[in-house]
Nanobody, 119 residues
Framework: QVQLVESGGGLVQAGGSLRLSCAAS????????AGWFRQAPGKERELTAA????????TYADSVKGRFTISRDNAKNTVYLQMNSLKPEDTAVYYC????????????WGQGTQVTVSS
């Protein structure tokens, strides 16, 4: 089992920045790929960004490319999502996830953290 706890959400004005953190515990987290999903009211859950266990490869949704950066520190069992140039449409609950690969980075989920971007 892997336990994931997100932090860093909040209210920010459009154009601002936030950094989400995800602290992991349990099984050897450094061997898992990690990701950030988000879900806005009335919309389907979307994979926003993902990173391999080594951090050597990342993928992003087209909607956040160039604005969001996913990274990890395996020594601290933590994954980050740096979000810049935020837009009102980025408003959502953001979930940290983990899995055996980037293609299946949804085996474990955190409880989510709310991000609200005001216009």
């Amino acid at each position: 089992q892997v336990q994931l706890v997100e932090s860093g959400g909040g209210l920010v004005q459009a154009g601002g920045s936030l950094r989400l953190s995800c602290a992991a515990s349990g099984r050897t987290f450094s061997r898992y790929a990690a990701g950030w999903f988000r879900q806005a009211p009335g919309k389907e859950r979307e994979l926003t960004a993902a990173i391999t266990w080594s951090g050597g490869r990342t993928t992003y949704a087209d909607s956040v490319k160039g604005r969001f950066t996913i990274s990890r520190d395996n020594a601290k069992n933590t994954v980050y999502l740096q979000m810049n140039s935020l837009k009102p449409e980025d408003t959502a609950v953001y979930y940290c996830t983990a899995g055996p690969s980037v293609a299946r980075v949804y085996d474990y989920w955190g409880q989510g953290t709310q991000v609200t971007v005001s216009s």
